[in-house]
């Protein structure tokens, strides 16, 4: 039975799920970096150090957000080994799981359901702000949908 | 569900991602945010899947020592979890004494187990200090995501109903005049034997029990003999039990009210085994507090069970008793008497104030004892047996609560407390003490001369005997120094 107080193993625990998924999605953001040149290739392999010792998440949002000092004009068609990479590093922290399967196959398919549903106001309006808006309110109508989903699933409403 | 500092700094990361494609008009960020949603999501939807499975399979044990501790009793608490395998969610489960008790800090209550382990117990104590029934409520579990994004808090398992009762006196004496007197047949506290009511008195024959001999019968008679119980089943009997705040006095476990209490549950406990109809009345400082019809039924015995044993003293009233100060009607007639032939002022103002005895009535249907006493009534008049529970602190209001119990009552049995055997140092002056013991003797004995009135002492039997036997010794060694 573990006695450490739950704040470190939350620390801890953000850090243990180095998956295969995470390692693959994490060098192919590093080679998609690498072929920006030098820079590039010092960067992915930051990167990857960065992955080894910190939270999925802060290398996706690192990887993301370079993008724009890489690759300024480059269309989204041209990005598509960087952001595979990127979906991949996310995906990894889900395969640790109980179910991975099931996990990773929700990731998926939410991941193709908003992707579908931004593109398609995209398409439509020509415009960015409106499917960003869009996209901020799906999501947060699904996690208020699961959050009621679970009240009633573990029967935790509270009686009037 | 709630969610962490983690999960909304994620939140910060996607609507940053999101107005960077704004802002830079790129929708390559706008996917970024896609990804960070659709992870979010998964991340919770994953999180309800493994909390819906461990919600089914997880087992949840807590235990009580005894769900019917003594007052200051530690109770032993052990709480156990088990789930048959290793999950993704920490938990936390805590366990919740109720809030008359007091435990140990938090992390004493608490079992962690962590994401490989399956199984974890813990124990703790909890007492009170206090009388009365709690419920235990379910542990409490709190259930923490590996990815540390989501947590959630549950109530699992059993509740558990603890009553707390008080302590009991270890030597009860019942008596008269320092005597043992067998109340109860075959015992004199706690469970009882075949009889309540004294009925009569034959030889003793090989085989009684050496306990149910009538000492006093016995060297009147100058042969063994022993005393019979009926056991009437259409009697009825009323408890009438004081616990004003006089009854307090006596070191904890052994006051005054502890014995009175035990007295009164040795009664509940005899009329339930004869299916003997009981009713019960308390009487606190203000008046009734408790007031049980007279009823045979078994929730009855429970009711009054639970009544009595988790009753305790009400506090004392900032006014003292009037009757405490009063003089009984005759000394007032006599008084009155006195003063109608006195001409001097002091005379002429006191009269009027003896002159009726109106006033005493008044403050003496204000006192809760004889007030209660008051609404006595019975549908079978000549079957009601009231038994008076109470102290001799208020010896006037006593007096005339017995003479009005009397009228609805066929018998009454009085159970006083001399407040000398339980003050803690009232031994230490042993002239003193036994003046004033002998003082509540001659009390008792008036009461006891009622017709169908009976009066018992109730008194710690090891300080009465010390008591008793240090006047002896001194009385023998006065004697001996005259010789």
Do not use: C
């Not at chain 2, 004496?173 to 009889?195: K, M, N, P, W, Y």
């Not at chain 2, 008591?467 to 009385?475: E, M, P, S």
């Amino acid at each position: 039975m573990s006695t450490a107080p739950l704040n470190d193993r939350l620390a801890d625990l953000a850090r243990e799920h180095t998956t295969l998924a995470g390692a693959l999605g994490v060098i192919v953001v590093a080679v998609a970096y690498s072929s920006t040149g030098l820079l590039g290739a010092l960067t992915g392999i930051v990167l990857i150090g960065i992955w080894m010792v910190s939270p999925p998440i802060v290398v996706f949002f690192l990887g993301q957000t370079l993008v724009i000092v890489f690759w300024p004009d480059s269309p989204l068609s041209s990005l598509w080994l960087v952001e595979t990479g990127l979906f991949a590093i996310l995906a990894g922290s889900l395969t640790a799981g109980r179910t991975p399967l099931v996990s990773l196959g929700s990731y998926v398919i939410i991941t193709g359901f908003l992707l579908g549903i931004t593109g398609y106001t995209y398409q439509i309006t020509g415009s960015l702000l409106k499917p960003t808006g869009v996209l901020i309110v799906t999501t947060g109508l699904f996690a208020y949908a699961f959050h009621r989903y679970e009240l009633v699933t573990l029967d935790l409403i509270p009686d009037q | 569900m709630q969610v962490t500092r983690v999960y909304w700094a994620i939140v910060t990361a996607g609507v940053f991602l999101a107005t960077l494609s704004v802002l830079f008009d790129r929708p390559v960020f706008l996917v970024g945010a896609v990804l960070v949603g659709a992870f979010l999501l998964s991340q919770q939807y994953r999180f309800i899947r493994d909390l819906t499975h461990l919600d089914t399979t997880l087992s949840i044990t807590q235990e009580l020592s005894t769900h019917r501790p003594r007052t200051d009793e530690p109770v032993l608490v052990t709480l156990s979890a088990h789930r048959p395998n290793p999950s993704p969610l920490d938990l936390t489960i805590t366990s919740e004494p109720p809030v008359i008790t007091t435990s140990g800090p938090q992390n004493e209550r608490t079992l962690h187990l962590g994401t490989d382990d399956t199984r974890g117990e813990l124990s703790y104590q909890l007492q009170s200090g206090v009388a009365g029934a709690a419920t235990v409520p379910p542990p409490l579990i709190t259930v923490t995501d590996h990815t540390g994004l989501f947590t959630e808090t549950l109530s699992r398992g059993a509740e558990l109903e603890l009553v707390v009762t008080q302590r009991t006196p270890r030597n009860i004496h019942i008596g008269e005049g320092g005597q043992d007197v067998s109340v109860f047949g075959d015992q004199t506290t706690g469970r009882l034997g075949t009889g309540l009511i004294p009925d009569s008195i034959r030889e003793y024959v090989p085989g009684d029990a050496s306990s149910r001999i009538d000492w006093n019968v016995t060297a009147r008679l100058n042969h063994p003999h022993v005393r019979e119980y009926e056991t009437e089943t259409d009697r009825m009997t009323l408890l009438l039990l004081d616990h004003r705040h006089t009854m307090t006095t006596g070191i904890n476990g052994e006051t005054k009210l502890d014995y009175a209490r035990s007295i009164a549950l040795a009664f509940l406990n005899t009329t339930r085994t004869e299916h003997v109809p009981i009713g019960l009345k308390t009487i606190g400082t203000d008046g009734l507090t408790h007031n049980i019809p007279v009823s045979a039924t078994n929730t009855q015995y429970s009711l009054i069970e639970t009544t009595l044993t988790t009753l305790d003293t009400t506090p004392n009233s900032d006014h003292p008793s009037p009757m405490s100060v009063r003089t009984r009607p005759a000394d007032a007639r006599r008084t009155a008497g006195i003063l109608s032939s006195d001409d001097s002022a002091f005379g002429t103002t006191l009269h009027p104030y003896y002159d009726t005895l109106d006033p005493y009535i008044h403050l003496i249907e204000s006192d809760p004892l004889f007030a209660a006493a008051k609404q006595l009534t019975t549908p079978q008049p000549g079957s009601l047996w009231t038994v008076l529970i109470t102290d001799d602190s208020h010896k006037p209001e006593l007096r005339e609560t017995v003479s009005l119990a009397i009228d609805e009552s066929a018998h009454v049995l009085v159970f006083i407390t001399p407040t000398i055997l339980f003050e803690p140092g009232g031994l230490s002056d042993l002239d003193t003490a036994y003046n004033t013991y002998l003082a509540f003797e001659e009390f008792r004995r008036e009461l006891g001369r009622h017709e169908h009135v009976t009066a018992f002492e109730l008194a710690p039997g090891d300080r009465l005997d010390a008591l008793l036997a240090a006047h002896q010794h001194r009385a023998q060694h006065a004697r001996g120094a005259t010789q």
